[in-house]
């Protein structure tokens, strides 16, 4: 297990932009894939962004252009800087940890997850 800790979100009007951060515990952060995934309320989970150990990354759809998932290795830190937000992107945003190195887009690919972090675009 890698304990995850986000933080960042916050309530911002459509058109701001937040960056989340999640931070890793351990030694094995920069040797893991990592990724973001969101839950808006009455909807399952949903894919956001992932990036491989190497920072290939992926996107979905409905943020590509928009959301840009990076990693600091250094400070075991994982981030999603998000731009253009709209009232869509509202939901809660975990991050997501797998246990080998290149990156995958499914819930299951993941065995740790953070608390989540509320994020809320509205005007």
């Known amino acids: 297990q890698v304990p995850l800790v986000e933080s960042g979100g916050g309530l911002v009007q459509p058109g701001d932009s937040l960056r989340l951060s999640c931070v890793a515990s351990?030694?094995?952060?920069?040797?893991?894939?990592m990724g973001w995934f969101r839950q808006a309320p009455g909807k399952e989970r949903e894919f956001v962004a992932t990036i491989s150990w190497r920072s290939t990354t992926t996107y979905a759809d409905s943020v590509k252009g928009r959301f840009t998932i990076s990693r600091d290795n250094a400070k075991n830190t994982l981030y999603l800087q998000m731009n253009g937000l709209k009232p869509e992107d509202t939901a809660v945003y975990y991050c997501?940890?797998?246990?080998?190195?290149?990156?995958?887009?499914?819930?299951?690919?993941?065995?740790?997850w953070g608390q989540g972090t509320q994020v809320t675009v509205s005007s």
């Open positions: 997501a940890a797998r246990a080998v190195r290149y990156y995958g887009t499914r819930d299951a690919d993941y065995v740790a």
């Open positions: 351990g030694r094995t952060f920069s040797n893991l894939a």
